[in-house]
């Protein structure tokens, strides 16, 4: 048996035995009246209230014609005293007179206690002010909350938190099941709508407010939702009124308990400005008063109502697992499925009313409805007589009230572009990027904030950034404006807004570049190329006349027209244009190669004008990260930035191999100098100061890719709401532009112009490049010219002979020839005349000369013969 079980025996069997008896001689299977019984505190606000409206509801339903004709309702009342022993010794009693259900108990935790007897004896309870959501449970079968538990009033205050745009909630309580059970409900409906509540103030028993209204003035939430009971609450307001929570900034919200206590006590000054709900009437089925416990009783008239026109029987009888002596009310369970389903169908047409309190009175400004949410609020008057809505935070440790928020700013004495801080006739001034865009997305946020900047460093060198992050997560300061990178060991600290900027560590290495002007396209040969190749334009041009002049018409004329033709021929071959066939062997050999040749320059110049045009090369061996950290080359790093410990945790790169610089100025010297001459190799630095950098110095560029995504934020302490908003302000100054300008104002996108700048011939054509090309070229030209001349020299040698053998013959023709012989000069110019002649005019001369030849040869003989006859005999 249950411990609840034994406790119900226990009392059972201590109660007289004319009670007991009386129980099993009540039957009302077709009864002439019922009893219900009304189990409340009476002198509680809500136990004063339920039981005027309990005796009203009896009497009209007496007086009904529809419902319960016939049958009277009979009214048991007992005073709970609010204790929940006393409770259960009540509830016995009214148990012993036949009670088929009973209204109440007022509080939840008097609920948990009876809901075990009304399970053992299955009479329903009806608890009409109890609203511990967790009384909902299958735990508790004859346990009925009719209008609904506090689960549906926190997601009205969930929904008027959200609407608002409030992110975190306090909550008062008592520490009790009714305090504990309206917690957890609201914390679930906050988180339904992705709020939070951030601190949760239980109120022990019999105890002052006040130690936990200190520990709630030092929290940074200024939204407070109050739920209590009606007894204390206003007792709470009161104490909070001394202590000065009252005040212009504060969101006090009440739950339905503060509509009530109003009802008995009237408006006092302790609650001017507060917001509470109150349960529309004409919500709630059989609601004739304004009391939820008037319709109660009409719920349990109409289910007793409908039971009996179905014949179910309403009696007690015996039950030997409920101990010796105690009844089971047989109809308990049918009058509970009708009370349940009426009850479903209230729940469903919940309405609340937004109220606030404002002078002698409370007012509506808003609704809500199940299904809808909240509609239009209007007019609702703060804490403070204040109309503009709190922004419903402040900061705990420096952002109270009149001081402003302490703003912690990185005194910087490079890149001041960003963010720069000194002193002016002994006041701080701020300005630059970040503080600018800081104050914009401060501007756009829907209350004001007061602040005041503090300079963080010493004005010398650059401060570590570590150091003002921790700062604010020490609460040194309320947040960080500047330059700060948003890192993953940073967010463990503190919370970031939005990135405003962003940014990135990139690799910064000496690179000269190939400014493009007019002359570019000259740049991709040498001037040694381009002579060398000028000259063998022509040179092979000179070949190849030289090898068709003997055989081709078209490279025979003037000789002003075969200079043309040679120039033409030779440099028209650059574009594949000639138009000059060649029809000797040794000529097309020559041409087929340095058309190669050609093909060769021709890509290669186009490459390289590209390359010089779009690519800048670089003067080291730095190519990216990967070749950064497998060297052992120096790197540079700024004074204060996060690269130094980022490099050495996530590369292993060591300590000694890292080199802090402190300005645009120690960067270039630095670079200049490199890693042999007491420089560094590369710097590892954020994008946007390397932009600046660059702008500034053109010898030097970007290698790699960006290694890192990030951005820069503004810091704030963990959960700060203020982080939130001021992403929402940023978000909302991009979108229209003004971060844009913002920045365009502080950084310059003018491109730099360095004259001193270098210009590399590492991308132009050298003559050594292409040496093997015009050599192979070369050879073959010199080898063909050579076996041309030798051909040549052999066809003159075979013309000299024929020659000379004709001249022997003939004295006119030899006596002229050896006249010529006599002279070099003259055998030289006879020479070029005769491979200036045409292969077929030599061929020509030749025949007509051996014809000539053998005709002088006939004519000699006959002379001989003729001679001879004459010396004869005679």
């Keep these: 048996m249950s411990p609840s079980k034994i406790i119900v025996v226990a009392l059972w069997m201590a109660f007289p035995v004319w009670v007991r008896g009386e129980i099993q001689n009540v039957s009302l299977s077709r009864p002439s009246s019922v009893n219900v019984g009304a189990l409340l505190a009476f002198n509680s606000i809500l136990g004063k209230a339920a039981r005027a409206a ?9 007086n009904s014609t529809t419902v319960l004709p016939g049958t009277k309702l009979n009214l048991f009342a007992a005073d709970t005293n609010c204790s929940d022993f006393v409770g259960l010794i009540e509830a016995m009693k009214l148990m012993s007179k036949g009670m088929v259900a ?6 939840s935790s008097e609920a948990h206690v009876l809901s075990a007897l009304s399970s053992e004896l299955h009479v329903p309870l009806l608890a009409v002010s109890a609203t511990d959501p967790s009384l909902r449970s299958p735990q508790f079968p004859f346990l009925l909350q009719p209008f609904g538990d506090d689960a549906l009033q926190m997601s009205v205050l969930a929904d008027f938190v959200a609407v608002n745009g409030w992110r975190d909630v306090a909550v008062v309580f008592p520490d009790d099941d009714y305090g504990r059970g309206g917690a957890a409900a609201l914390a679930a409906a906050l988180s339904l709508r992705r709020r939070r509540l951030a601190f949760l103030a239980p109120l022990p028993p019999a105890t002052s407010p006040s130690a936990a209204l200190l520990k ?23 104490a909070a009124r001394e202590l000065g929570l009252l005040r212009a900034g504060y969101v006090w919200i009440a739950t339905d308990w503060l509509a009530a206590a109003l009802d008995d006590a009237g408006t006092t000054d302790d609650v001017q400005g507060v917001v509470t709900l109150r349960r529309r009437v004409d919500s709630m089925p059989m609601q004739g008063k304004n009391n939820p416990a008037y319709g109660a009783v009409w719920t349990v008239a109409r289910a007793v109502d409908a039971c009996v026109d179905q014949g179910l029987e309403m009696s007690f009888e015996g039950d030997p697992t409920v101990g010796k002596g105690l009844r089971v009310f047989r109809g308990g369970k049918g009058l509970m499925g009708f009370m349940q389903a009426e009850s479903e169908r209230g729940r469903l047409r919940g309405e609340y009313e937004v109220m606030n309190v404002v002078g002698g009175g409370m007012r509506a400004v808003g609704s809500w409805t199940n299904g ?9 008057v703060w804490p403070g007589e204040i109309v503009e809505r709190p922004r419903g935070w402040e900061f705990a440790g420096g952002g109270e009230e009149g001081k402003g928020l302490r703003i912690g700013v990185p005194r910087r004495v490079s890149f001041r572009e960003f963010v720069s801080g000194g002193e002016e006739e002994g006041k701080q001034q701020v300005e630059g990027f970040a503080v600018d865009v800081f104050k914009a997305a401060v501007e756009r946020l829907p209350y004001r904030v007061e602040y005041a900047f503090e300079l963080f460093g010493d004005g010398v060198d650059n401060p570590r950034y570590d150091d003002i992050v921790n700062g604010v997560a020490n609460d040194v300061y309320d947040a960080a404006v500047g330059d700060i990178a948003i890192t993953t060991r940073r967010t463990k600290m503190v919370d970031f807004t939005q990135p405003y900027a962003e940014s990135g560590l990139v690799v910064v290495a000496p690179v000269r570049r190939l400014n493009s002007n007019a002359w570019s396209f000259l740049k991709p040969f040498s001037t040694q190329m381009w002579c060398v190749t000028a000259a063998l334009f022509l040179f ?34 650059m574009f594949f244009a000639h138009r000059q066939n060649t029809v000797s062997t040794l000529g097309r050999l020559v041409l087929i190669i340095w ?27 730095v190519k990216g990260l990967e070749s950064l950290i497998s060297s052992d080359d120096p790197i540079g790093y700024q004074v204060g930035s996060f690269a130094k410990n980022y490099m050495i945790s996530e590369f292993n790169i060591a300590p000694s191999r890292l080199v802090a610089l402190g300005s645009p100025e120690a960067y270039a010297k630095s670079l200049r100098l490199g890693p042999h001459g007491g420089g560094v190799a590369a710097i590892v630095d ?112 075979r013309f000299e002979e024929d020659l000379d053998s004709s001249s022997s013959e003939i004295g006119g023709l030899s006596g002229r020839l050896e006249a010529g012989h006599s002279s070099c000069i003259g055998n030289l110019g006879k020479l070029v005349d005769f491979a200036d002649k045409k292969q077929e005019e030599i061929r020509s001369i030749r025949m007509q000369r051996s014809m000539e030849r053998s005709q002088r040869l006939g004519s000699s003989h006959h002379f001989t013969d003729g001679d001879a006859s004459a010396k004869g005999p005679g």
């Design 540 to 573: 092979i041009g000179t070949v190849v006349w030289i090898l068709e002049h003997r055989f081709n018409s078209e490279f025979r004329g003037p000789p002003r027209q075969q200079l043309v033709t040679i120039c033409w021929f030779s440099f028209s071959t």
């Design 372 to 380: 809808s949410g909240i509609g239009e609020l209007k007019g609702i």
């Design 54 to 62: 309990i005796e009203a509801a009896v009497e009209d339903v007496n």
């Design 686 to 797: 954020e994008l946007p100061y390397v932009e600046i950098f660059l702008s500034k110095y053109c010898e030097f560029k970007t290698v790699g890719q960006e290694f890192t995504k990030s951005g820069w934020g503004f810091v704030f302490p963990k959960d700060s709401p203020l982080a939130l908003d001021l992403s929402t302000a940023i978000l909302s100054l991009s979108e229209t532009g003004d971060l844009q300008r913002i920045r365009d104002k502080w950084i310059s996108s003018t491109a730099c112009t360095d004259p001193t700048a270098d210009v590399i011939e590492a991308n132009r054509l050298k003559l050594e490049s292409f040496w093997g090309l015009f050599l192979i070229c070369g050879v073959a030209c010199t080898l063909a010219l050579i076996f041309f001349f030798f051909k040549v020299l052999a066809q003159y040698r």
């Design 216 to 238: 709630l003035a030092l929290q940074p939430t200024r939204v407070v939702v109050v739920h209590v009971s009606p007894d204390s609450g206003l007792a709470f307001f009161s």
């Design 595 to 621: 058309l190669f040749v050609v093909l060769i320059i021709n890509s290669s110049y186009t490459a390289s004008l590209t390359s010089i045009l779009t690519v800048q090369q670089l003067s080291s061996g």
């Design 102 to 107: 009973i209204i109440g108990p007022t509080s």
